[in-house]
T-cell receptor, first 113, second 120 residues
Framework: DQQVKQNSPSLSVQEGRISILNCDYTNSMFDYFLWYKKYPAEGPTFLISISSIKDKNEDGRFTVFLNKSAKHLSLHIVPSQPGDSAVYFCAATFYNQGGKLIFGQGTELSVKP | GAVVSQHPSRVICKSGTSVKIECRSLDFQATTMFWYRQFPKQSLMLMATSNEGSKATYEQGVEKDKFLINHASLTLSTLTVTSAHPEDSSFYIC????????????????FGPGTRLTVT
């Protein structure tokens, strides 16, 4: 049972344009969501997060939007840069269950110059 | 800050032998560490939650006698793959949660660089 889903395995975007990565979840009890960036043979790097009590969080070029009614979140990267090319994972957690992260399958972003 | 190291980064072992992987939080204390496994082109799957001074909590389907976890201090957790077989070959990643940050509502986990295990 995949509780966190990233239905697009890959995304290709032109440099300077917006990248939008999507993530859906099934469990309405999740109360915190995170986005991680991962290069091959390396551990994930934290990017940005959002609490379930918010609908938007922004940090520089990265903005995460949360739509609780649709159980959907998205990561916007503007403007996209070639260095953003990596695999992006969304993850969800429950605050009262010790912080276990449940990851989506990942979306491989390729930003072309 | 918030650096997590793993050792070794890469290990090749023969079938039937045991391999120990270390996970250290270098500049913060972590009462809780997590062990994940990632197969090629797939998601990170949580194997177990490692708590300092107590037994690890394993996810469903993970054999606790095969994947031994020890969290002996606030900065070190180890994963031992016992009697390794080729199907255990994978990328193993640990993460740690900053104890102080958690109390402040910070849900971030910091990941190590991973260990590539190949069992021949």
């Amino acid at each position: 049972d995949q509780q966190v889903k990233q239905n697009s395995p890959s995304l290709s975007v032109q440099e300077g344009r917006i990248s939008i990565l999507n993530c859906d979840y099934t469990n309405s009890m999740f109360d915190y969501f995170l986005w991680y960036k991962k290069y091959p043979a390396e551990g994930p790097t934290f990017l940005i997060s959002i609490s379930s009590i918010k609908d938007k969080n922004e940090d520089g070029r990265f903005t995460v939007f949360l739509n609780k009614s649709a159980k959907h979140l998205s990561l916007h990267i503007v403007p996209s840069q070639p260095g953003d090319s990596a695999v992006y994972f969304c993850a969800a957690t429950f605050y009262n269950q010790g912080g276990k992260l449940i990851f989506g399958q990942g979306t491989e972003l390729s930003v072309k110059p | 800050g918030a650096v997590v190291s793993q050792h070794p980064s890469r290990v090749i072992c023969k079938s039937g032998t045991s391999v120990k992987i270390e996970c250290r939080s270098l500049d913060f204390q972590a009462t809780t560490m997590f062990w994940y496994r990632q197969f090629p082109k797939q998601s990170l799957m949580l194997m177990a939650t490692s708590n300092e001074g107590s037994k690890a909590t394993y996810e469903q389907g993970v054999e606790k006698d095969k994947f031994l976890i020890n969290h002996a201090s606030l900065t070190l957790s180890t994963l031992t793959v016992t009697s390794a077989h080729p199907e255990d070959s994978s990328f193993y990643i640990c993460s740690a949660r900053d104890q102080r940050g958690w109390r402040q509502g910070d849900h971030e986990q910091y990941f190590g660089p991973g260990t590539r295990l190949t069992v021949t």
